[in-house]
């Protein structure tokens, strides 16, 4: 296991465990709401809070539909994402406020455009989201910076794992924090799998190895994943549950965060489960298989990303990055797979029939008849 600088921090084998507080969208779109979930996350002394930098038009195509939230409510994806995006203009006002609280400050980008504007920023390392995993073309765009790369696996396959590993290490960086994840909000104890840890540890040494936990149990998830190994814990924090926006209810309140620190930070000395009543453990330890869990179909489905139209695209033109781009499919039908992108913009191909705005880039569209 390399040892990493992530925000400012080193983990590596040997160094505590590196605890980020995502504060992700809990923001609400408020720059007020947003210091006072770093100074939540600087209070229950984690390590990291991080944001996610991202814009609506980049993340869903035009069609995507609904969504419906961990609340249970039904919204238009679209205008929730645009509701909540995190402006640019703040980022180097946040930084400026964690440096001065003396927490790092760390940022999922979503795009490539979100991973220059960063780099641009001065951050000292990247995060990517599960549903960037199979998202080639971003991951290599951001390898390329050279900067640590800290992805999320949660849906995916190891194969599709695998892939995003050498998908960075293609670009010279070796500098990679690998997270088992399952993507459900809430994520019931009995999918968490921890076992996976060990089928990481084992397959990637070189790699910094965390779990990003989504179930609602403050304490049992993470202190299993560190008795296991985990080296990096990420949690969704909000400053209030019943806050309206979408990822606050399934987020822990600033008194739960504190009790996730108090409980890794005591696991990883006594280096034993045995001060913690966990009747659930061996549910939470699961199985060492990394595939996609019953409980992350729909999510899949929702939101890894494919090929999508962003114009009209005439019979007989040229498919390339002015009207092709690799979005979250929602409620629409799956386009290609991102990692063909390369192939079909290198092959000048071409639509062999008119494809709407907002449609999927299909197989059928491209290959002769």
């Known amino acids: 296991m390399k040892e990493l600088t992530i925000s400012g921090k080193t983990v590596s084998k040997d160094s505590p465990v590196l605890i980020i507080a995502e504060a992700g969208i809990n923001h609400d779109g408020s720059y007020e709401q947003a210091l006072k979930l770093i100074d939540a996350a600087v209070d229950a002394k984690a390590d990291i809070v991080k944001f996610q930098l991202f814009r609506s038009e980049k993340m869903y195509n035009v069609k995507a539909g609904n969504f419906v939230t961990a609340k249970g409510e039904t919204t238009d994806i679209n205008k929730l994402l645009k509701s909540v995006e995190l402006p640019t203009e703040w980022i180097p006002e946040l930084m400026e406020y964690c440096d001065q609280k003396g927490i790092g400050f760390l940022c999922t ?31 290599k765009h951001t390898a390329k910076k050279q900067l640590p790369i800290v992805f999320s696996s949660g849906a995916a396959t190891l194969s599709e794992v695998d892939d995003a590993v050498r998908a960075i290490a293609d670009q010279g960086n070796t500098k990679i924090a690998l997270l088992h994840c399952v993507a459900k909000y809430p994520a019931p104890l009995s999918s968490c799998n921890m076992n996976i840890l060990d089928t990481f540890l084992s397959a990637y040494p070189d790699a910094v190895i965390g779990y990003s936990d989504h179930t609602e149990d403050p304490v049992k998830a993470p202190v299993v994943a560190v008795y296991k190994g985990a080296k990096i814990i990420e949690k969704h924090f909000t400053i209030d549950k019943n806050l309206p926006g979408a990822d606050h209810s399934f987020a822990l309140n600033p008194e739960q965060l504190k009790m996730m620190v108090d ?61 092709m781009a690799v979005l979250r499919p929602g409620e629409n039908v799956r386009g290609i797979a991102p990692k063909y992108m390369e192939l079909l913009i290198e092959n000048e191909v071409k639509a062999n029939r008119d494809i709407e705005e907002g449609a999927p880039i299909l197989w059928k569209d491209v290959l002769n008849q």
């Open 263 to 323: 409980a890794i930070r005591q696991v990883e000395k006594e280096k034993s489960l045995d001060s913690f009543d966990i009747p659930e453990l061996s549910e939470i330890l699961g199985s060492s298989e990394k595939r996609v869990a019953d409980v992350e179909e729909h999510l899949r489905e929702y939101a890894f990303r494919a090929l999508y139209a962003t114009k009209n695209i005439s019979k007989g033109e040229a498919i390339d990055k002015s009207n």
């Open 109 to 139: 980008t979503c795009d490539e455009e979100s991973s220059d504007s960063l780099e641009k920023l001065g951050v000292d390392s990247y995060k990517l989201a599960s549903y960037g995993i199979t998202h080639i073309p971003l991951l």
